[in-house]
């Protein structure tokens, strides 16, 4: 069943659709949670997801879904902001020592540890996203983004021209906002430089 549908369902039949929603987005929505509040108990993990769905059915009238605004990213938004917002709000003591050691975090405040929890689940999409398009355009905007290399340099190590690699950068632009938007990356300041 496609979106459209979906969210038709939901609007009409609020428990079918909420039902056929969990089923097709709920694994996807587990693992945002379980990435964002790694290190967090299971049941903080499931309370987040269960947010995040009562978020849709308090708010099914008013969801418009377009061409670059899918249930999908909407559900992915709701789950990183229900997730960051449970960080912000948690004392620093709850966070798990061991995730602090993984992520090469000190103890610090919660919100600072919030931004670099966020900032690493930011990170590992966006590479994920990149992995997902085709060579050159990967390896284009693996350089430039990751690497930090210039287009020149970036040309004269892929043996492209400079205008085919700016081209590149401008063309991926796009797929690459339609990848993130799906993986619920809404703000792309980032790739705008």
């Given at each position: 069943?496609?979106?459209q549908r979906?969210?038709?369902?939901?609007?009409?039949?609020a428990?079918?659709g909420m039902?056929?929603?969990?089923h097709v987005?709920?694994?996807?929505?587990?693992?945002?949670?379980?990435?964002?509040?790694?290190?967090?108990?299971?049941?903080?993990?499931?309370?987040?997801?269960s947010?995040?769905?009562v978020?849709?059915?308090?708010?099914r009238?008013?969801?418009?879904?377009s061409e670059?605004?899918s249930?999908?990213s909407y559900l992915?938004a709701?789950?990183?902001n229900?997730?960051?917002?449970r960080?912000?709000?948690?004392?620093?003591?709850?966070?798990s020592?061991e995730?602090?050691?993984?992520s090469?975090?000190e103890?610090?405040?919660?919100?600072?540890t919030?931004?670099n929890?966020?900032?690493?689940?930011?990170?590992e999409?966006i590479?994920?996203?990149?992995?997902?398009?085709?060579?050159?355009a990967?390896?284009?905007?693996?350089?430039?983004?990751y690497?930090?290399?210039?287009?020149r340099d970036?040309?004269?190590h892929?043996q492209?021209?400079e205008k085919?690699?700016?081209?590149?950068l401008?063309?991926?632009?796009?797929?690459l906002?339609?990848?993130l938007?799906?993986?619920?990356?809404?703000s792309?300041?980032?790739?705008?430089?």
């Amino acid at each position: 069943m496609n979106e459209q549908r979906l969210l038709m369902l939901l609007k009409t039949d609020a428990e079918q659709g909420m039902r056929q929603i969990l089923h097709v987005f709920g694994p996807s929505v587990h693992k945002i949670c379980a990435s964002l509040l790694a290190g967090r108990q299971c049941e903080e993990i499931e309370e987040a997801e269960s947010d995040v769905f009562v978020k849709l059915w308090q708010h099914r009238e008013n969801v418009q879904l377009s061409e670059t605004y899918s249930l999908k990213s909407y559900l992915f938004a709701i789950a990183r902001n229900v997730c960051k917002d449970r960080l912000r709000s948690a004392s620093p003591e709850t966070l798990s020592l061991e995730l602090a050691a993984e992520s090469g975090l000190e103890p610090e405040s919660s919100e600072r540890t919030e931004d670099n929890v966020a900032e690493h689940w930011l990170h590992e999409t966006i590479l994920s996203a990149i992995s997902e398009l085709e060579d050159p355009a990967r390896s284009v905007f693996y350089e430039r983004y990751y690497e930090g290399k210039s287009v020149r340099d970036i040309a004269l190590h892929l043996q492209l021209s400079e205008k085919k690699t700016e081209n590149i950068l401008h063309r991926g632009k796009s797929k690459l906002r339609s990848i993130l938007a799906e993986k619920g990356v809404t703000s792309y300041e980032e790739f705008e430089k």
